[in-house]
């Protein structure tokens, strides 16, 4: 499991990198890489409302709960469903909602599932063209007794790479008060087709640094990259 920024994992015939950077001290973004078993690898990207101490405090209390989510029951769709439900409790007391997506890799078949609880659907870079995942579904705390809206299924191959994010970075105010924008996202990432896990994550923020300089933004900005890798992903972590 990484969570920290800039670290690289390599496992898993993926190369992975991920950073979160929070507008205050702290902030309620966060991401992680959770190995289930030999063969399966969980990434999660989440946003929780608010910002600051008490966001932080929230996140770590989802966070906590989806780690034991996915050993009671690694089904993606489980997981999230469970995470509704215990999680969803503590954040309708603190009248607060998290959004979530939840990725399941598996490294022999390629198969990459999707469950998403409210969250920007993750892109896909595949023989360089982009597409946005079209997984939707309602934010975790919102709904008692939601089900969730199902698992989407990709199959990845050599070079694929998939980019996840906050709704700090494509909200991210520049010029005239113009949003940075999931079009642009789109463009500089099929621009780094063929980079990189870690050269695609730095090149996206050098972008949106450009876009923003000069301008004060008020929210986290959480951004993942997994790539793969096929054998050369088979080395250990850094």
Do not use: W
């Not at 994010?165 to 087709?193: C, F, H, M, S």
């Not at 951004?223 to 992903?233: P, R």
């Amino acid at each position: 499991m990484i969570t920290g920024n800039g670290k690289i994992l390599r496992a898993y015939g993926l190369e992975v990198s991920g950073c979160s950077l929070p507008a205050e001290q702290v902030g309620g973004d966060f991401f992680e890489f959770i190995s289930c078993d030999e063969r399966t690898l969980f990434a999660v990207i989440g946003d929780v409302m608010g910002k600051g101490f008490h966001a932080a405090r929230l996140m770590e209390t989802i966070r906590h709960m989806l780690r034991e989510c996915i050993r009671i029951n690694p089904h993606p769709l489980e997981v999230v469903r469970r995470l509704n439900k215990v999680g969803g409790d503590e954040l309708r007391k603190c009248r607060a909602f998290a959004t979530l997506c939840l990725l399941c890799y598996d490294k022999v078949t390629g198969r990459l599932s999707c469950v998403n609880a409210g969250h920007h659907p993750p892109l896909l870079l595949v023989n360089g063209k982009v597409k946005v995942a079209r997984c939707r579904g309602v934010a975790l705390g919102l709904l008692e007794d939601y089900l969730g809206s199902g698992v989407e299924e990709f199959f990845l191959a050599d070079g694929d790479a998939v980019v996840l994010y906050t709704d700090g970075l494509v909200e991210a105010y520049g010029p005239d008060e113009q949003r940075y924008g999931q079009e642009r996202l789109k463009e500089i990432v099929r621009l780094q087709n063929g980079a990189d896990a870690d050269r695609m994550r730095q090149s996206i923020l050098s972008d949106l640094e450009t876009f923003t300089r000069g301008f004060s933004q008020k929210d986290d900005v959480t951004l993942v990259v997994m790539k793969v890798a096929g054998k050369g992903g088979e080395r250990g972590g850094d």
